[in-house]
């Protein structure tokens, strides 16, 4: 059974929106944080967002109002809804878990700090 199976990435024009999903099978309920990743061709693997066990939420400051990540606990599945999406957010997304709890509310973002990953979906943004 694969740990981490994300969905929902296309393609769409600039101001569209999409929404990804990450079914956790095996982490959801273990993991203290879990959080949506972006990398582009020729760049390092960004955080883009990242939850807590408790709903509390870090994002990045480049998708700040335009991009909820949230969860449902019942489903064991992630969500990033992606609306007023830009060419810059073209990459690939990838979910992860087993994510580093930083403390006074706050999840990492680092990559190296989460030890479970999808396979990734492509997100693809035209201008």
């Known amino acids: 059974q694969v740990p981490l199976v994300e969905s929902g990435g296309g393609s769409v024009q600039a101001g569209g929106s999409l929404r990804l999903s990450c079914v956790a099978s095996?982490?959801?309920?273990?993991?203290?944080?879990m959080g949506w990743f972006r990398q582009a061709p020729g760049k390092e693997r960004e955080g883009v967002a990242s939850?807590?066990?408790?709903?509390?939420?870090n994002y990045a400051d480049s998708v700040k109002g335009r991009f909820t990540l949230s969860k449902d606990n019942a489903k064991n599945t992630l969500y990033l809804q992606m609306n007023s999406l830009r060419p810059e957010d073209t990459a690939f997304y990838y979910c992860?878990?087993?994510?580093?709890?930083?403390?006074?509310?706050?999840?990492?973002?680092?990559?190296?700090?989460?030890?479970?990953w999808g396979q990734g979906t492509q997100v693809t943004v035209s201008s």
């Open positions: 992860a878990a087993r994510g580093t709890f930083l403390g006074f509310g706050r999840c990492s973002r680092e990559s190296t700090d989460f030890r479970s």
């Open positions: 095996n982490y959801f309920h273990s993991s203290s944080c």
């Open positions: 939850i807590g066990s408790d709903g509390s939420t």
